[in-house]
């Protein structure tokens, strides 16, 4: 059996290195170990939304709000993978607290479009 630390460094560079299918097998079997990993959960939804598992990506990103409802980049994460499946008003509050607590001109756009779809 592979450790923590081994599944999540392997799923890390998979992910890096442009395999996001392969990253989120280890991520995967990282987040079994450690389910309130912030750390792989992160990487793990990041695996699933770069490979568009993107039901997987807005799971294992609503796990990481719950987490720590205060972690921006979780919130853009979860609202982004939300868009991606068209579902637009449901990622509204997600992007808008994001864009609230980083003030980044980036998050600012992403919630820009997202509202612009809703009409």
Avoid: I, N
Wanted: with cysteine; proline share 3%; net charge negative.
């Amino acid at each position: 059996m592979t450790d923590l630390a081994t599944l999540y460094e392997l799923g890390r560079r998979y992910r890096e290195g442009g395999d996001p299918t392969t990253a989120a097998r280890y991520l995967a079997q990282a987040a079994e170990e450690d389910p309130s990993s912030r750390a792989v959960l992160t990487e793990l939804a990041l695996a699933h939304f770069q490979s568009a598992a993107l039901g997987k990506a807005e799971t294992t990103a609503r796990a990481l709000v719950e987490l720590d409802p205060s972690d921006a980049f979780a919130l853009t994460l979860l609202g982004r993978s939300l868009v991606r499946q068209s579902k637009h008003a449901e990622a509204v509050p997600y992007l808008r607290l994001a864009a609230v607590m980083t003030g980044s001109a980036e998050a600012g756009a992403a919630l820009a479009e997202c509202e612009a779809r809703l009409t």
